[in-house]
């Protein structure tokens, strides 16, 4: 009776074990890897928030963003935050949330400014725009970009963040599309974008979500999470994260 006992406690903690590999960037303050070694940022706050509440340990690795969703979709890691909910992402992750809200916008050298009206008009600058490949940046650009002739503004795919913030430097593009709150937070805490500005232009805002691994969560599991979502949500404390960094 012991024994069987003690297998079926066994059984129930491994169906009940959450032990998650959460993916962030050392960039901006997001996701943050001070000198001790230790995160701390927007997202790490979510993070902790949701996994402290589902009684989860974690972990947390750096990697760039687009081998990121690929090792999602393979199942080398848990989670992903602030992901946006695409058809093509559906496949192979579960979202939970909306996290909050993701404002893009186009960031650029306050010493060459670009006038930008509408979204049409990015397409017709002397300099190319960088972007991060898999990264969303809204419908109608995506669509837009797949209509994009030989002769209209040139888009070059950049792996992280640095990459592309070392060409605006060296003025090898116009800009960059990135997240407003990331700009913002930027230009007031980092030297290298003193310099930086930011086009009124909207190119796209939408809600972001929790995202995690199809391949590495169980429908316990995600049950779980999901409740623990509900009631973090409930209790105020993502509505205290999006106060403490000036995001809602």
């Known amino acids: ?26 960039y901006a303050a ?9 995160w701390h940022g927007m997202d790490v706050d979510f993070a902790k928030a949701l996994l402290d509440e589902a009684g ?7 990697i760039p963003w687009g081998r990121a969703l690929k090792l999602l979709e393979e199942g080398d890691i848990d989670l992903i935050l602030s992901v946006t909910k695409t058809p093509v992402r559906e496949q192979f992750a579960h979202f939970i949330g909306p996290q909050r809200m993701e404002t893009i916008v186009f960031a650029m050298n306050s010493g060459e400014p670009h006038q930008l009206d509408s979204l049409e008009s990015l397409f ?3 300099k190319p725009i960088a972007i991060q490949r898999n990264a969303y940046y809204g419908e109608a650009f995506t669509a837009r970009l797949a209509r994009r002739t030989d002769s209209e503004t040139q888009f070059i795919y950049v792996p992280d963040n640095q990459v592309k913030l070392n060409l605006l430097k060296k003025g090898r593009i116009a800009g960059f599309l990135e997240e407003k709150f990331n700009i913002l937070y930027q230009s007031k805490n980092n030297p290298d974008f003193e310099k930086f500005a930011i086009s009124p232009l909207v190119i796209n805002e ?5 995202a995690f691994s199809k391949a590495r969560t169980s429908s316990e599991r995600l049950q779980r999470l999901s409740q623990a979502f509900e009631r973090v949500k409930r209790s105020g404390k993502l509505d205290q994260i999006t106060a403490k960094y000036g995001t809602n």
């Open 1 to 26: 009776m012991y024994r069987l006992l003690l297998l079926l406690a066994l059984l129930c903690q491994n169906v009940f074990a959450c032990e998650l590999v959460v993916r962030f960037e050392n």
């Open 30 to 38: 997001q996701s943050k890897l001070n000198d001790d070694l230790v």
């Open 56 to 62: 989860c340990s974690y972990r947390f690795v750096s």
């Open 124 to 126: 017709h600058l002397s």
């Open 206 to 210: 939408n809600p972001v979500y929790f």
